[in-house]
């Protein structure tokens, strides 16, 4: 079981991994979060899928099918025991509030991932996206030994962009046409940390998210 914020850490792949922040548990999602799941989407739909890619018209919707949910669990708990991804549901009091995802995660030479992140409405503005970027850094830093996190925003997502400047990640620049979102191949800045800066910024970090 890995802990954060105070709370013993390790490490153990196929064990259950609970992240905690100072407000926050992050923890892969299971089948029983479905109805948390499917409410907070359901009530979300238009604030969230406006930043998507769009969900292939034929396969079943998850937050509508409790076997498309399942299926989604068994699937991101395969990517997680790959090492190639680590999808994470982010609780506040113990209710379901979003997700936090470290993507595409790549060894050999690049040592790198990406994350992305999306949040029940109600509970935006309240810094919980801020906390659980910090948390899932330092997991990726000091747990996955990686070298390098990414965060791909578009320009005028400007909820997305808070959540970066309250932590104060350094913006690298735009990519142009970077990624298919809602059927539109949009531009993104892209905003990066490395070990040498997370290493730097640690002490700063736990103290102010952890």
């Not at 709370?7 to 089948?31: C, E, Q």
């Not at 549901?89 to 040592?111: D, P």
Request: net charge neutral; proline share 4%.
């Amino acid at each position: 079981m890995t802990r954060f914020g105070g709370h013993p850490a390790s490490v153990v792949t196929n064990a259950p991994i609970r992240l905690y922040g100072r407000r926050i548990l992050i923890r892969p999602l299971v089948p029983t979060d479905f109805e948390a799941w499917s409410d907070v989407r359901m009530r979300n739909g238009e604030w969230l899928t406006k930043w998507e890619p769009l969900s292939h018209p034929h396969s079943p919707d998850p937050s509508r099918s409790r076997d498309a949910f399942t299926n989604r669990c068994a699937s991101r708990d395969r990517e997680r025991q790959a090492g190639n991804a680590y999808a994470m549901g982010i609780f506040v009091g113990n209710s379901f509030a979003g997700e936090i995802n470290l993507n595409n995660v790549v060894r050999g030479a690049m040592q790198s991932a990406t994350i992305g992140y999306w949040i029940d409405r109600s509970r935006a503005g309240n810094a919980y996206m801020s906390e659980a970027v910090v948390v899932m850094a330092k997991f990726a830093f000091e747990e996955l030994r990686l070298h390098r996190i990414e965060i791909c925003i578009i320009p005028r997502n400007t909820n997305s962009l808070r959540v970066v400047e309250k932590i104060g990640l350094r913006n690298e620049g735009l990519a142009e046409r970077f990624l298919e979102i809602n059927g539109e191949w949009e531009d993104h800045y892209r905003f990066g940390l490395t070990t040498e800066e997370w290493s730097t910024r640690r002490d700063e970090l736990a103290t102010n998210w952890l």
